[in-house]
């Protein structure tokens, strides 16, 4: 299946989760609720076996019905092109194998709790007809809560009715299989029952209890060998914790609890002080067994005949004679009788002298391990044994005040009034954690869970190198309990990325928001454009869609708009002729003045008035740019300001006459 297809148009596959014995499981988005979603899709194998999709569509529908908090919720089951496929709740975490492969035995207390949750969960099934059939720590699924999910309700169903000879499929779960499964008897909630023992065990001790090369060889030691004792490999788990195992994983059903309830319950008390003492369960098959008794052979007949007594002298003097000896044989039973009595006077004054004589008397060493030193001493005295010596030391197992071992050891066999040392538990030993900032979140972790020590990741966008360790939850040089601790590591992800922005239209206004937002270093320049509106983005120095992190610098142009065209200044020299008057002045009445008037009027005569228009930036045709009188030729300086792409025109009247004019002038 690859990445990105989406199934049944709904869910797009984002990621493999896993591979199954008869399915694969997928990370998906269901794109209608926008949630994470896992599915989980038959094999190609099983998609043309009528029974297995049958029973997979049986199983799946009816684990619908199953709404509980530790039980994997299922939301679809359909077919896409064939594919069956079933679409369940996404727990992010780990399944309990890994949990335990990770963290090794647990403690009675976190493995009663486990538990619980899933004997809670398996309740519900068993009430609603369901028998998990394949119950195994690869099927839990635990969050970072502590939080148990039970899933895969009824794929072994199809597995096993379908593909029994699938050796490599079958060999994750044949470690959990009850004894009546690997005969291939009738599976019922018991067999349930028998695999959840086996977690348990799995739990306190850190493996299965049978193992071996081949599926085979492990399915016969399931009905064949006696479980291991949990005791031997975790000394903290007390009898009563112990028993339940026993009791789950009997090899008869009958000897097994009756319901998930039941076992619960019993898991519940036992860490209880009333089960302290409890005796070590033997199942009711191991109580009643088989004894060979030998066959009473019936006595032979014997043939009796009546015969005839007759009485003869010979006879009667026979008879004396018996008489006698009779007499005789009573007397040496007497004598017999008084020997027998003198010997036994004798027997018994020699048995009042080795009596008084005899050695101490021996007493078997309690096992007081894992008993608080009270209740260890009380335990002792009460059979008269002395305490001896008492030393403390560190010890994971056993709890601190408890007693770790004694000398002699428990079932040995001592005289009354013998001195016992003790060992006693100061608990863990704590241990001092370093200053891990800097240094690679990978190997520090393996550090810290080598140590026993739980640790938590938070990511945080830092400057620091990708996967270093930016800061931690226990400050350096604290002294710690490992088992008790939970070590957070805030971790870099190196410098957070962000995503440009396109910016052109963009006022700056709106540049400026944006860079603020992101911490981006800011500079601005402008420039005219003809096609960008005054005021908006231009361009930018980082492109659309590119990566950019705080801090990092940013060049944006906006527009001032079109560009001024380009101003010429420029000067023209121009030489306006003189024209002298060609009639003699006259006044109104035809008459000559006086002289005054006469040498007024001359000098009028004499004069050219000259108006020039002139165009350019400043100045219009249409308006007068000066105006003045010239007795003699005149030479005039015409400054123009022009326009790139633009002319100038100028044009000289005088005395009302056009005597100059020149148009289209360029620098």
């Not at 569509?57 to 994997?72: G, Y």
């Not at 100045?619 to 010239?630: A, K, L, S, Y």
Request: proline share 5%; charged share 25%.
């Amino acid at each position: 299946m690859e990445i990105g297809t989406k199934i049944g148009g709904r869910y797009k596959v984002l990621a493999l989760l896993g591979t199954g014995g008869m399915a694969h499981v997928y990370l998906a988005r269901d794109l209608i609720l926008d949630r994470d979603v896992a599915v989980k899709i038959l094999r190609f194998d099983f998609q043309n076996n009528k029974e297995a999709l049958r029973r997979f569509q049986r199983e799946a529908l009816s684990t619908t019905q199953l709404i509980h908090p530790n039980i994997v919720s299922v939301y679809d089951v359909d077919e896409d092109d064939g594919l069956q496929y079933i679409v369940m709740e996404y727990i992010e975490g780990t399944d309990l194998k890994e949990y335990i492969q990770q963290n090794g035995p647990t403690t009675p207390e976190n493995a009663i709790h486990i538990m619980s949750q899933v004997l809670s969960a398996m309740a519900l099934a068993h009430q609603n007809r369901i028998i998990h059939r394949d119950i195994k720590p690869q099927n839990l699924l635990i969050n970072k809560e502590n939080t148990i999910k039970v899933t895969d309700f009824g794929i072994a169903v199809a597995l096993s009715h379908t593909s029994i000879t699938q050796t490599n499929s079958l060999l994750g779960s044949v470690h959990y299989i009850s004894p009546e499964q690997a005969r291939g008897s009738v599976t019922t909630t018991k067999s349930d029952v028998y695999a959840l023992g086996i977690v348990l065990y799995e739990l306190l001790s850190g493996e299965v209890p049978f193992d071996g090369e081949s599926a085979v060889s492990i399915a016969l030691k399931h009905f064949q060998e006696e479980i291991p004792s949990v005791r031997q490999m975790n000394a903290a788990v007390p009898q009563a914790l112990e028993n339940v195992i026993l009791k789950a994983t009997a090899k008869e059903p009958a000897d097994r609890y009756n319901t998930c309830e039941e076992m619960q319950r019993d898991l519940l008390t036992a860490l209880n002080p009333s089960r302290l003492n409890e005796a070590v369960f033997i199942p009711e098959a191991m109580l009643h067994e088989t004894k060979v008794l030998t066959p009473i052979q019936p006595a032979t007949p014997v043939e009796t005949k009546a015969v005839p007594i007759v009485e003869e002298p010979e006879e009667a003097e026979e008879s004396k004679k018996n008489e006698r000896q009779n007499k005789k044989k009573k007397s040496k039973r007497s004598i017999l009788l008084i020997i027998f009595f003198i010997l036994l006077a004798a027997f018994g004054a020699l048995l009042a002298i080795l009596w008084f004589n005899r050695p101490p008397e021996e007493v078997e060493v309690p096992n007081v391990v894992n008993q608080q030193e009270a209740a260890a001493r009380t335990m002792l005295t009460d059979l008269n044994f002395v305490i001896g010596d008492v030393e403390t030391e560190y010890n994971p197992d056993v709890a601190e005040g408890a007693v770790i071992r004694t000398n002699p050891e428990a079932g040995e066999m001592q005289a009354v009034e013998s001195t016992i040392d003790l060992v006693i538990s100061q608990g863990e030993e704590p241990v001092e954690l370093p200053d891990y900032r800097g240094e690679k979140y990978a190997d520090v972790r393996s550090e810290l869970r080598s140590m026993g020590i739980k640790v938590e990741r938070e990511d945080v966008y830092d400057d620091s190198d990708l996967n270093t360790i930016v800061s931690q939850s226990i400050a350096p040089e604290t002294e710690v309990i490992p088992s008790e601790t939970t070590f957070v590591l805030q971790v870099s992800l190196g410098k957070q990325t962000f995503t440009m922005e396109d910016m052109a239209g963009y006022s700056r206004e709106e540049v400026e928001r944006f860079t603020d937002e992101f911490g981006l270093d800011l500079t601005i320049e402008s420039e005219y454009s003809a096609d960008v509106a005054e005021g908006l983005v231009i361009s930018q120095s980082l492109k659309p869609n590119s990566n950019f992190s705080a801090g990092d610098s940013v060049t944006v142009v906006i527009s001032l708009g079109p560009a001024e065209p380009e101003i010429f200044i420029f000067s023209k020299a121009i030489t306006i002729p003189y024209k002298a008057p060609t009639t003699p002045p006259r006044n109104d009445n035809g008459n000559s003045g006086n002289s005054q008037s006469e040498s007024s009027s001359a000098e009028v005569e004499k004069n050219n008035h000259i108006v020039i228009y002139m165009s350019d930036l400043d100045h219009q045709m249409t308006e007068v740019f000066r105006e003045f009188n010239i007795t003699a030729d005149t030479q005039v300086a015409l400054n123009f300001r022009i326009r790139e792409g633009e002319t100038g025109a100028y044009r000289v009247e005088r005395d009302g006459e056009v005597i100059m004019e020149e148009m289209n002038l360029k620098e």
